[in-house]
């Protein structure tokens, strides 16, 4: 998988959004889907953007990545 070569390269975590589908986690630890909350798209411009604030606001706060990443998930499907 090439995400897993990137982290082992030294990268810390990689995230990929997938569009409708569960985002993707991968860290040195292991690899997670992280699944958003279910809402029915209206105007998906900026979701990404949204769910980069998601995780950002989640890491300055101290929660840990995966939980980063959900609630940047949340944030995304708003």
């Keep these: ?36 909350p279910s809402v ?7 979701a990404g953007d949204s769910m980069t604030a998601g995780i950002a606001v989640g890491l300055a706060r101290g929660l840990g990545i995966v939980d980063a990443v959900r609630l940047g998930t949340a944030a995304g499907a708003l």
């Design 40 to 46: 029915r798209a209206v105007q998906p411009a900026g």
């Design 1 to 36: 998988m090439g995400a897993r070569r990137i982290v082992t390269d030294g990268v810390e975590g990689l995230v990929m959004s997938r569009a409708a589908d569960p985002a993707l986690l991968v860290t040195a630890e292991g690899a997670w889907l992280v699944t958003g």
